[in-house]
């Protein structure tokens, strides 16, 4: 019987020893086996439960701090918001079997690389994924092998020279290419839709009329 409680001490510390391993914050871990639609296999996912450090300030929404984080690095933030879209459906504790976590679906490894210390913190994991999307866009110096670098690393681009031969990864760049091609569209439509800027009078300058000593009359302008 002692031993058996022992066990089960065990196993509850190694539960919360985990859950607290997610990040900084007191984030609680549930592991849920579920079928997956497409495939039938059965796949387990880790669904994190929220703690307020973990969500955006009062007042600024996500789409708010997606566009700020963007324009601070120099990326559209359409192209950011096609990426999440992509990656976690904007769930910012989505946690991938591999290991992947937060709304732009950062590995640990990644994580460490660019300073964030908590991928299911908003906040800090919009500021490590777009400054990974940044980097990959000044090294490729290509959209779409960025993307593509962002799925399977950039050094899987390197060694093919191009986009990955992997199914996951093309259609991950197919993907993400229509989102922002969408995006992209609906921004111009709705820029083409506002009310036409009131043109300013035009400024006539007054006439001057003199005579000469002739007696001609002459109208002047300038």
Do not use: W
């Not at 946690?95 to 300073?115: E, H, I, N, V, Y």
């Amino acid at each position: 019987m002692r031993s058996c409680l022992s066990l089960f001490g065990c196993l509850v510390l190694a539960a919360t020893a985990t859950a607290a391993g997610l990040g900084d914050s007191a984030a609680r871990a549930t592991s849920v086996v579920r079928a997956d639609r497409r495939t039938g296999r059965l796949v387990r996912a880790v669904i994190v439960a929220p703690s307020p450090q973990d969500r955006p300030a009062p007042g600024e929404a996500v789409p708010e701090l997606v566009k700020k984080t963007a324009e601070s690095h120099q990326l559209d933030p359409l192209l950011v918001h096609s990426v999440i879209e992509a990656e976690s459906d904007y769930n910012p504790f989505a946690l991938s079997p591999k290991g992947a976590q937060g709304l732009m679906q950062l590995m640990p490894s990644t994580a460490r690389r660019f300073g964030v210390t908590n991928s299911f913190n908003i906040t800090q994991n919009l500021e490590g994924g777009v400054r990974y999307l940044k980097y990959l866009l000044d090294l490729f110096g290509d959209q779409k092998l960025a993307v593509a670098a962002y799925n399977a690393g950039e050094e899987a681009v390197i060694r093919y020279g191009g986009v990955p031969p992997y199914p996951e990864t093309q259609n991950y760049v197919r993907a993400v290419g229509a989102r922002y091609s969408t995006a992209r569209k609906a921004a111009a439509r709705a820029g083409s839709n506002e009310a036409p800027r009131k043109e300013s009078e035009p400024v006539y300058r007054p006439i001057e009329r003199f005579t000469d000593e002739q007696g001609n009359l002459h109208l002047l302008t300038r």
